[in-house]
């Protein structure tokens, strides 16, 4: 079993930074990747960004530039928002990707945190 914790979420003003935080616990053996999917009122889940172990990134291209995710650190990883505007507003979810002994890879998601920018 696996879980995963987002904090940092909150308000903020357009042009401000937000730094989010994913911390798993639990059954953790080899990780993929972790990364960051966002989904705001009325549209689909998206991917923000995605990062494996090695360092190899993958960001939307409306973020491109103004967010930077962090390598995975252990169990953790983190999400820092720069340049923000109101498109940026949505709920933020962690993913965590693992692949346990020979098995497939799996995927878990946290239950998200609030990101509201004000113009």
């Known amino acids: 079993q696996v879980q995963l914790v987002e904090s940092g979420g909150g308000l903020v003003q357009a042009g401000g930074s937000l730094r989010l935080s994913c911390e798993a616990s639990?059954?953790?053996?080899?990780?993929?990747?972790m990364g960051w999917y966002r989904q705001a009122p009325g549209k689909q889940r998206e991917l923000v960004a995605t990062i494996s172990k090695s360092g190899r990134t993958n960001y939307a291209n409306s973020v491109k530039g103004r967010f930077t995710i962090s390598r995975p650190n252990g169990k953790s990883t983190s999400l820092q928002m720069d340049s923000l505007n109101p498109g940026d507003t949505a709920v933020y979810y962690c993913q965590l990707n693992q692949r346990v002994g020979l098995g497939p890879s799996a995927d878990y998601w946290g239950q998200g945190t609030q990101v509201t920018v004000s113009s």
């Open positions: 639990g059954s953790i053996f080899s990780i993929n990747f």
